[in-house]
């Protein structure tokens, strides 16, 4: 499926093939879900089984979201702020407001055009089938390329999800990246 995003350009994106990157860096349990704002309501009826209540990416029912919402573990999140990071690295800082996690993530991620993490909140566990040990970030869609590139950069260097274990030793992974010192 590609699509175009509207946040100031033309570029279009193979979501199909971007989540299918992520599951394979992340392994995530649920599918990124793309969301858009609508100027009016009417707008909504043109979509394709739109009472249906997942919503994900790749479905193709959106065109153009304007931003993208990944649920993921703390292990899988750090790993996808790696990948973010890896190219053009910036230092993020996340906020928390308590109950309402849809203005930090999804709404300040509209209102920024800026990744947004947040701790999702009771609504989004009881009624959104969140589970206890997820996070969620909020992303316009141009992100998702870079965040896919570092993925793969981090995976060839030995930084792989998951990451490391308590059977596991880290040697190996530092020796690749860093060199045996």
Same mark, same amino acid.
């Given at each position: ?65 304007? @931003?993208?919402? @990944? ?29 309402? +996690? ?44 870079? @965040? ?23 040697? +190996? ?9």
């Amino acid at each position: 499926m590609t699509t175009k995003n509207c946040w100031n350009d033309d570029t279009e994106y193979d979501f199909g093939e971007i989540v299918g990157s992520l599951n394979q860096y992340l392994r995530l349990r649920a599918t990124p879900v793309g969301m858009k704002r609508f100027r009016e309501a009417s707008e909504l009826e043109g979509i394709h089984r739109l009472r249906r209540p997942p919503s994900p990416l790749t479905s193709g029912r959106i065109d153009n979201p304007d @931003i993208c919402l @990944i649920y993921a573990t703390p292990g899988q999140m750090i790993t996808l702020m790696n990948g973010l990071q890896y190219r053009n690295y910036k230092k993020y800082t996340f906020t928390c407001v308590g109950e309402s +996690a849809c203005a930090d993530s999804w709404g300040n991620a509209l209102r920024t055009g800026e990744p947004s993490l947040s701790i999702p909140c009771y609504a989004e566990r009881k009624f959104g089938g969140v589970q206890d040990d997820e996070l969620l970030i909020a992303l316009p869609p141009s992100y998702l390329p870079q @965040i896919v590139e570092g993925l793969a950069t981090l995976s060839r260097n030995g930084l792989r999800y998951p990451n490391h274990g308590l059977d596991k030793s880290p040697l +190996a992974s530092l020796a690749q990246s860093y060199g045996n010192r």
